[in-house]
């Protein structure tokens, strides 16, 4: 056999490998068409607490709340703030006090600010305030 015969034949079953490796690589990246929407962000991050005080008259924590409205539209929060000592959490302390924020209709890209009142603290230890959830739901 002469040597353009070989030539041929590799470039042949190298073209035809080149296909069976890419061909269905193309077909996946064509099938999947339109890159789909981004799963929304967790509602947890919308929220944070600005502010921690003891309310000198009745001796009960304070949690300043502050919301960030979504840019998909008006929505509603619900927020579960939790008062501890740390803001560590202990797995052998019992479960520390939590206390419910609903914030109803924040326009998208809108900040709102609500309050959360928490339990009677001691006098000798300066509490910690956090979100420990919170939940997005859409206006209808």
């Known amino acids: 056999m002469s040597a353009l015969k070989w030539q041929g034949w590799v470039v042949g079953l190298t073209a035809l490998a080149g296909l069976l490796v890419f061909a ?8 999947s068409g339109e890159p789909g929407a981004a799963p929304p962000r967790p ?5 944070r607490v600005t502010g921690c005080r003891i309310d000198p008259g009745s001796r009960r924590v304070v949690a300043a709340v502050e919301v960030s409205g979504r840019p998909e539209g008006i929505g509603g929060y619900l927020v579960t703030v939790e008062f501890r ?5 202990d797995p052998a302390a019992a479960r520390a006090p939590q206390a419910l924020v609903k914030l109803p209709n924040v326009a998208p890209d809108a900040t709102e600010h609500a309050e959360a009142l928490g339990p009677v603290w001691p006098a000798s230890t300066v509490p ?3 979100v420990a959830a919170a939940e997005f739901t859409a206006a209808r």
Not at 43 to 47: E, G, I, P, T
Not at 85 to 89: D, K, M
């Open 24 to 31: 269905p690589l193309g077909l996946y990246v064509w099938a």
């Open 43 to 47: 509602a947890v991050q919308d929220v």
């Open 85 to 89: 000592e740390r803001a560590t959490v």
């Open 128 to 130: 910690w305030c956090g």
